[in-house]
């Protein structure tokens, strides 16, 4: 049996990478809606379409698990889901707690794609650990653009990224929380354009570990030895070339990684 793994695009590659290290005798399906990727700055009706038509093929595949590798489906289907199916859904979720936690009451910076950010899920997280007002939040759609372009390190997307991140007082912050999978590709230009003591914190690593203790708890961890398929939007990736992209971004160097 296999966990699948959900995202818009490239994004949920960051979290599948965490989970071979912690899970690499497990079998992977990994699910890239390409054909509809951004979903951040769709409606909510639209991109639960989306998400239901691809979850819906996954269950065809014999799947023991679901992880939404994305923060927007998280947001907006995760519900809906678990009403739907029995198999565990693991969602993500920004790492805004321990960022509020650790921040010293220095202000939290949530970057997020607008779907997200407008989203109750965020808003009752932030309500519930922000008892002193301290997060602020910015749209960053764009990055889902450039990371799906291949885009990660031009002179063009560190100007966006600085010319962005300067619209703020970032003396007043503590932590960035990158709410976005797509984001963490980011990391590195990112820590390039602010004040080195902003820490930068995101969910991967929170979602892998609930994903073990699931499958440890359900008794569902598998033995021997592990493989990942790629699928775009229904359709099996079978190309060499594409392949050798997607594993390059699977072994994609930078910070935090």
Avoid: W
């Avoid at 809906?80 to 921040?103: C, D, Q, T």
């Amino acid at each position: 049996m296999h966990i699948a793994f959900f995202d818009s695009g490239i994004g949920g590659l960051t979290v599948l990478r965490d989970a071979l290290k912690i899970l690499p005798q497990e079998n992977y399906i990994y699910y890239a809606d390409t054909k509809n990727v951004p979903y951040g700055t769709k409606s909510k009706e639209v991109v639960i379409k989306f998400i239901l038509e691809a979850v819906d093929f996954l269950v065809g595949k014999n799947i023991k698990m679901l992880v939404l590798a994305c923060n927007t489906a998280t947001s907006v289907a995760a519900q809906e889901l678990r009403k739907r199916y029995s198999f565990p859904i693991i969602g993500m979720e920004p790492a805004v707690k321990p960022a509020v936690e650790n921040s010293k009451e220095k202000r939290v910076l949530v970057l997020a794609t607008t779907l997200t950010l407008r989203e109750e899920k965020l808003e009752n997280l932030i309500k519930r650990v922000d008892r002193h007002k301290l997060v602020d939040k910015m749209a960053f759609d764009e990055l889902v653009g450039f990371a799906e372009n291949g885009n990660f390190e031009s002179i063009e997307v560190k100007r966006f990224i600085k010319e962005k991140l300067g619209t703020v007082d970032l003396s007043l912050y503590g932590f960035i929380v990158l709410g976005c999978t797509h984001f963490i590709y980011f990391r590195d230009l990112i820590r390039s354009v602010i004040p080195p003591d902003i820490s930068i914190i995101d969910g991967n690593m929170g979602t892998v570990r609930n994903i073990k203790a699931t499958l440890e708890r359900r008794n569902l961890i598998n033995s021997g030895k592990g493989k990942v398929s790629f699928y775009f939007s229904g359709k099996m990736v079978d190309s060499q070339e594409e392949l050798k992209r997607l594993y390059h971004l699977l072994n994609y160097k930078h910070e935090g990684l």
